[in-house]
């Protein structure tokens, strides 16, 4: 975790040293200096707000996770479902090159599963009583494959940090704008930020906010996929392509809570640009076309 989140910030850094490049040749950030804004930092401190928020999620989700689905860690099976979970958890775990994460159960009738945490090798993988009780077991381990897959991507974490990279440059962005609006085109001369600023900056950061929601929910969608793939490699093919089947078939499909719903196995009904799941169909499409 410690050499992508490394990479993450490094890219991050770059990306805001060609930004500040740029704007000393065509002159923005003089002209930001002569109306009271320092580029270099709002760059600092566009970095520092838009990652510190979205490394501390991370650092919290497994604890987050188990407080609000009520997921309960099986830390002694007490039948031989709870066995049999852990005893699947940990086969697919070491096909996966992965420590055996912490396996739990929380009581939702919705077939559903999640997996979560800021180390591939300390994750949490919980499952419904719901799944388990309408998909037969190799549905189950396919799901627990898919999950496990999310792991082993690193997906949790990458996520965090592609959320950390559109919020640093919406609170930039946005703050640009406001102070643009405040300073420029209603020409406020006084030290401290005026109406214009607030509203304009408010404003921009919702725009700003909705086009940065379409980069997090399309990276979503595509790991899906991959962990679909994982799923098939880790649990067969025809077993993953089932459990999508029978998530079609389930006649209640409450969705996982929006701060989870990124890393469960069925994302909800929903089929847009702001989905955080490609559609079911379109994923069983995916894994019939896959050769493995």
Do not use: C
Request: aromatic share 8%; proline share 2%; glycine share 8%.
């Amino acid at each position: 975790m410690i050499k992508r989140v490394s990479l993450f910030l490094l890219t991050n850094i770059a990306v805001l040293l060609v930004i500040s490049f740029f704007a000393k040749i065509l002159g923005v950030d003089r002209i930001l200096d002569e109306n009271g804004l320092n580029l270099g930092s709002l760059l600092l401190f566009s970095l520092i707000v838009g990652f510190s928020g979205s490394l501390i999620s991370l650092f919290l989700s497994k604890q987050m996770a188990k407080t609000s689905m009520g997921a309960k860690v099986i830390e002694s099976p007490r039948n031989e479902e709870e066995r049999w979970l852990l005893v699947t958890v940990e086969k697919l775990s070491k096909r996966a090159g992965i420590k055996m994460p912490e396996v739990a159960i929380f009581e939702s009738m919705s077939p559903n599963a999640f997996a979560t945490g800021a180390f591939k090798n300390s994750a949490l993988v919980a499952v419904s009583r719901g799944l388990l009780r309408t998909m037969n077991k190799d549905e189950v381990e396919a799901v627990l494959g898919h999950e496990i897959g999310h792991v082993a991507n690193g997906d949790m974490v990458t996520l965090t940090l592609i959320q950390g990279v559109v919020n640093t440059f919406v609170i930039f962005l946005s703050r640009v704008v406001g102070h643009f609006v405040d300073q420029v085109l209603l020409k406020n001369k006084n030290n401290e930020a005026g109406a214009g600023f607030m509203i304009a900056s408010m404003l921009s950061q919702v725009i700003f906010g909705f086009l940065a929601s379409l980069v997090v929910m399309a990276f979503s969608r595509y790991r899906e996929y991959r962990a679909d793939e994982a799923g098939a490699f880790l649990a067969g093919k025809e077993a993953m392509i089932s459990a999508l089947k029978a998530l079609q078939r389930a006649s209640s499909r409450d969705p996982l809570p929006e701060n989870m719903r990124a890393f469960g196995i069925d994302g909800g009904a929903l089929k847009s640009l702001f989905s955080t799941h490609p559609s079911l169909d379109d994923r069983i499409e995916k894994l019939r076309a896959l050769s493995l």
